[in-house]
T-cell receptor, first 116, second 109 residues
């Protein structure tokens, strides 16, 4: 099956700093990638849809200036959490859509962010 | 509006059978997914249904009724490792996934 990687798998940063998370589709070209956030014991919350070569589409309530998304190639999307606060601490998961496979989304392993 | 409903939590016994139901309302419909998610891990794909009927895959089966906006995931011969959250997600007319809140399944010996 298709593989999506995420890096780093976990990160601890101080308040006010920025953190970049990478999402890569390893064996297929992903024209669309998705970024989710999941707080403990809650379901996935879609943050934004990232389309290669164009601006990301953010869900209501998600600050686009705080969560910067770049989808510069068909295999890489990045999420940068700027000026991180402790309330940004969460599990961030990316997924990539393979148009050749019934529009299934393949998930990366997730990145656990802790802001101190 | 778009909405997915599934039970918050279910408990079952090892070796038994459990059915997790999901009802959906979406703008258009292009199929329904079931994902399994263990605590602290990303979701993993279980099944995809776009036509009415039952799809069987080993111990897991998934059913869809488009006319009723209803799906279920059936898990047979439950094992302790099946303890996880099970997420139902429907795709709308734009192929966007609309997620349910997930059903936490607790397996008891």
């Amino acid at each position: 099956g298709a593989v999506v990687s995420q890096h780093p798998s976990w990160v601890i940063c101080k308040s006010g700093t920025s953190v970049k998370i990478e999402c890569r589709s390893l064996d297929f070209q992903a024209t669309t990638m998705f970024w989710y956030r999941q707080f403990p014991k809650q379901s996935l919350m879609l943050m934004a849809t990232s389309n290669e070569g164009s601006k990301a589409t953010y869900e209501q309530g998600v600050e686009k200036d705080k969560f910067l998304i770049n989808h510069a190639s068909l295999t890489l999307s990045t999420l940068t959490v700027t000026s991180a606060h402790p309330e940004d601490s969460s599990f961030y998961i990316c997924s990539a859509r393979d148009p050749a496979s019934s529009y299934e989304q393949y998930f990366g392993p997730g990145t656990r962010l802790t802001v101190t | 509006g778009q909405n997915i409903d599934q039970p918050t939590e279910m408990t079952a016994t090892e070796g038994a059978i459990v059915q997790i139901n999901c009802t959906y309302q979406t703008s258009g419909f292009n199929g329904l997914f079931w994902y399994q998610q263990h605590a602290g891990e990303a979701p993993t794909f279980l099944s995809y249904n776009v036509l009415d009927g039952l799809e069987e895959k080993g111990r897991f089966s998934s059913f869809l009724s488009r006319s009723k906006g209803y799906s279920y995931l059936l898990l047979k011969e439950l094992q302790m490792k099946d303890s996880a959250s099970y997420l139902c997600a429907a795709t709308d007319s734009n192929y966007q996934l609309i997620w349910g809140a997930g059903t936490k399944l607790i397996i008891k010996p």
